[in-house]
């Protein structure tokens, strides 16, 4: 054998050798992303995976790594792509294992999520609006806001005060007031007809025989004291204040040549359901206490116990006016006079 042919053999064996080490190097290399793509030699460990409405194949594919389902969110991406193409999903809650493989993971994901009815607690503080109950709902995950905006407003509820609202066309939202704000256990994903009528309930057990005998004799109807107990909502911050803010508000519509209430809140309430296109402007000018005189329309948010209890015994006072400072105190006036003179006490210009 020649020198030549002796050296070409050795470099023959030489690259034989290093295309074996390439390939045992490629299999140890890939071989765990090739399993991965199986399923196989995964742990077996189940994970609840959720799917929000923007995720795509991509975001997937981080959140699947980020739980340890897949070795890769690159290889996971690039071999659904390839396989199934652009994918659409449904959001919702998925039970998936990490042994699955990337096919089983896809049929998965593909399928319809299952329902989640855990049971979750709630809290709706005092004087929260129709709106910003919705929105609460909404965020954790009991219904849809705009669901429970519209089955307050629409559905039938076998409540007397319900049907006893005549004006429905001229609300802005027709059960404002009567959502009653309190602590609730409600399941996720519930109907929201179902959620609006545990808070019709709720506000009905609170409603005794003596307060519909107080209402008797101060000739109001329920629908006049939620209401009013809606602007003291909006007004008062304690106990104390609550039966001398009530007693203002009484004494104006009682008749003391005051005809008009005069209340802030409302007209900010006003001026929200103009902006917001719930109203037009000449029905929503009728919640503005400081341009239609006595009561708004309806209720401007959902009172609590201690303001509808306010509402329906105003203190022993001949207030008609007050105004507070920026640290919350109270001043309160028999007279324009003496209002004035408290007003600048409370670092505030009488503005009529």
């Known amino acids: 054998m020649s020198k030549a042919n002796g050296k070409r053999g050795v470099l023959s064996h030489i690259f034989w050798i290093l295309v074996l080490c390439g390939f045992i190097a490629g299999c140890v290399f890939f071989a765990p992303y090739a399993m991965d793509v199986l399923g196989i030699s995964q742990q077996d460990k189940e994970v609840t995976f959720e799917i929000k409405p923007e995720d795509d194949t991509n975001s997937i594919s981080h959140k699947l790594k980020s739980e340890d389902v897949v070795r890769s969110a690159r290889v996971y991406r690039t071999v659904v792509k390839r ?35 855990s049971i979750i607690k709630i809290t709706f503080p005092e004087g929260k609006t129709v709106l910003e109950m919705a929105e609460i709902l909404e965020e954790n995950g009991i219904c849809k806001a705009e669901d429970f905006i519209k089955s307050q407003q629409e559905d039938e509820f076998d409540y007397d005060f319900v ?30 007809k179902d959620i609006v009528d545990e808070m019709l309930k709720a506000f009905a057990d609170r409603i005794t025989s003596a307060m519909r005998t107080r209402m008797i004799e101060l000739d109001v109807s329920l629908d006049e004291i939620i209401t009013l107990a809606s602007v003291i909502q909006a007004e008062a911050t304690n106990q104390e204040s609550i039966g001398n803010v009530s007693a203002v508000f009484w004494n104006r519509l009682k008749g003391v040549g005051l005809p008009k209430l005069q ?78 003179v408290n007003c600048s006490l409370a670092g505030i210009t009488v503005p009529y």
Do not use: C, W
């Not at 049907?163 to 519930?190: C, W």
């Not at 920026?326 to 003496?338: L, P, Q």
């Open 163 to 192: 049907k006893e609202i005549e004006n429905v066309e001229d609300r802005g939202y027709r059960l404002e007031g009567y959502l009653f704000p309190a602590t609730y256990e409600f399941q996720r994903n519930s109907e929201a």
């Open 83 to 117: 396989s199934h193409g652009e994918l659409t999903y449904k959001a919702g809650i998925y039970k998936i294992n990490a042994n699955m493989s990337f096919d089983k993971l896809v049929s998965v994901l593909q399928s319809a999520p299952e329902v989640d009815k």
């Open 263 to 340: 209340s802030d809140p409302t007209s900010a309430y006003a001026q929200k359901l103009k902006d917001d296109g719930i109203l037009p402007q000449e029905k929503a000018v009728e919640y503005d206490t400081y341009q239609t005189d006595g009561l708004p329309t309806g209720p401007q948010n959902n009172p609590g116990m201690n303001m509808i209890e306010g509402a329906l015994y105003p203190a022993e006072v001949n207030y008609t006016y007050f105004v507070t400072d920026a640290d919350g105190n109270f001043y309160y006036a028999e007279t324009y006079d003496a209002h004035r």
